[in-house]
C-alpha cells in the first residue's frame, strides 16, 4: 500500500516567521503534487515536483523533490497571515490521487 | 470559468431520504471523481469515472452510487440518507493528457443529514 506521510499536522506561527512541511513515503513516486485548500473551498494545485532533486519556487513558497523521489518538502519563507491554509501533498498514481493527511497552518498577524 | 462546478453548494436533508448531488465540466476530461472530507479523515474516494457509463468504487462507497451518462456530468447519489454521510463532498477532474497537471477541484457541496 502507497502511504504519503506528512508532517507537522497542525502549525501555528507568527507573521514573519518561517516553516517547512514535510511529505515522506517509502514508495518511489513519478511526481508529487501541492495543494492548498481555503475554508470553503476545494483544493487547488501549487505545484508538482518530477525530478529527483528538483526544486520549484512560487513567490515565498520553495519545494523541494527528493533525490531518491520518495519525499518532498514546502518551506515558506516570510509566513504572512494570506499563507493560512489547509496544505495536501499528493501524489497521482493509477489515475489516482494518494493523498498525504493535510497540514493545517495558521499564521497570526 | 471554473472548468468544474457543483451543485447544490449546501443542502440539508432528512435521514432516509435519497439525496443527488451533481458534477458538472466543461473540460471534456475522461476521469471524475467523488471525494468526501471530513475532520480527522482527510479527502477519501467515493467513486470514480473513466468514461461515459464506466465507474468504479473507491474506499468508502458503501451507501453510495454514481451515474455518468455524459461527459460532462457526474452524478453522485445517496440512496438513504444517513447522518453518518454528512460530509463536504467534492467532485474532481483530471487531465486526460497527465495526471502530473494536477486534478482541479469543484467548490463542494456541504451535505448535513440531520
Known amino acids: 500500500t502507497q502511504l504519503l506521510e506528512q508532517s507537522p499536522q497542525f502549525l501555528s506561527i507568527q507573521e514573519g516567521e518561517n516553516l517547512t512541511v514535510y511529505c515522506n513515503s517509502s514508495?518511489?513516486?513519478?511526481?508529487l503534487q501541492w495543494y492548498r485548500q481555503e475554508p470553503g473551498e476545494g483544493p487547488v494545485l501549487l505545484v508538482t515536483v518530477v525530478t529527483g532533486g528538483e526544486v520549484k519556487k512560487l513567490k515565498r513558497l520553495t519545494f523541494q523533490f527528493g533525490d531518491a523521489r520518495k519525499d518532498s518538502s514546502l518551506h515558506i519563507t516570510a509566513a504572512q497571515p494570506g499563507d493560512t491554509g489547509l496544505y495536501l501533498c499528493?501524489?497521482?498514481?493509477?489515475?489516482?490521487?494518494?493523498w498525504g493527511a493535510g497540514t493545517k497552518l495558521i499564521i497570526k498577524p | 470559468d471554473a472548468g468544474i462546478t457543483q451543485s447544490p453548494r449546501h443542502k440539508v436533508t432528512e435521514t432516509g431520504t435519497p439525496v443527488t448531488l451533481r458534477c458538472h465540466q466543461t473540460?471534456?476530461?475522461?476521469?471524475m471523481y467523488w471525494y468526501r472530507q471530513d475532520p480527522g479523515h482527510g479527502l477519501r474516494l467515493i467513486h470514480y469515472?473513466?468514461?461515459?457509463?464506466?465507474?468504479d468504487k473507491g474506499e468508502v462507497s458503501d451507501g453510495y452510487s454514481v451515474s455518468r451518462s455524459k461527459t460532462e456530468d457526474f452524478l453522485l447519489t445517496l440512496e438513504s440518507a444517513t447522518s453518518s454521510q454528512t460530509s463536504v463532498y467534492f467532485c474532481?477532474?483530471?487531465?486526460?493528457?497527465?495526471?502530473?497537471?494536477?486534478?482541479?477541484f469543484g467548490s463542494g457541496t456541504r451535505l448535513t443529514v440531520v
Open positions: 499528493a501524489a497521482d498514481s493509477n489515475y489516482q490521487l494518494i
Open positions: 514508495s518511489v513516486f513519478s511526481s
Open positions: 469515472s473513466y468514461g461515459v457509463k464506466d465507474t
Open positions: 474532481a477532474i483530471r487531465p486526460d493528457y497527465g495526471g502530473v497537471y494536477g486534478y482541479t
Open positions: 473540460e471534456n476530461h475522461r476521469y
